[in-house]
C-alpha cells in the first residue's frame, strides 16, 4: 500500500470524522494549494446527493454516511422562500462536511440567462496557519450539477 504524500492534504473522511490534526504541512500550505484542495472537495460535496430529504437533511444528524447534499430539484431560484431554505441546506452542507471552513455565508439567487439555474455564492473564512484568510466561491447549479468557480 503506498503512503500518502506528505504534502497532500487531510484526507476528506479524516476530515469529516473529526480528525483534524494540524501538522507543519497544513500550517505551512500556500494559499493556492488551500484554494485548489477546497475547491475539489466543494465540487465533490455539490454534485453528490445524499438520500436525504430536505427535511431530514436540516433536523437530523446527519453522518460521514449522508454525505452531499439532499435533492433540491423540486426548489425554484424563482421563489424567495425556496431561496432561503436553498440556503440553509448549503449552510448545513458547508458545516457538516467541510470543517476547514468557518464564518460560512451563504446567498442564494437566480440566474438570469438560465430560469431554472441557481447561482449561489459562498464568502467563508479558512485557517492558513496562524492567519484566517477569506475565501469566496460562486457556484452555478443548473439541472443537479454544479460548476464551481472560485475567487481569491
Known amino acids: 500500500m503506498n503512503a500518502m504524500p506528505a504534502s497532500a492534504p487531510m484526507p476528506l473522511f479524516d476530515r469529516l470524522c473529526g480528525k483534524l490534526l494540524a501538522t507543519e504541512d ?24 445524499n438520500g436525504l430529504t430536505i427535511e431530514q437533511f436540516l433536523s437530523d444528524s446527519p453522518t460521514a454516511l449522508h454525505y452531499g447534499l439532499p435533492d433540491t430539484l423540486g426548489m ?3 421563489s424567495a422562500a425556496d431561496i432561503a431554505r436553498w440556503e440553509l441546506v448549503v449552510a448545513r452542507a458547508i458545516a457538516l462536511y467541510e ?54
Open 76 to 78: 425554484s431560484p424563482q
Open 26 to 49: 497544513d500550517e505551512m500550505r500556500d494559499p493556492d494549494g488551500l484554494q485548489h484542495s477546497l475547491r475539489q472537495d466543494m465540487v465533490r460535496l455539490f454534485n453528490v446527493r
Open 99 to 152: 470543517p476547514r471552513l468557518s464564518q460560512v455565508h451563504v446567498h442564494i439567487t437566480h440566474d438570469d440567462h438560465h430560469p431554472a439555474a441557481a447561482r449561489i455564492n459562498i464568502d467563508a473564512a479558512v485557517a492558513l496557519g496562524w492567519h484566517v484568510c477569506r475565501v469566496y466561491f460562486h457556484v452555478l447549479l443548473n439541472d443537479g450539477t454544479a460548476q464551481l468557480a472560485a475567487a481569491a
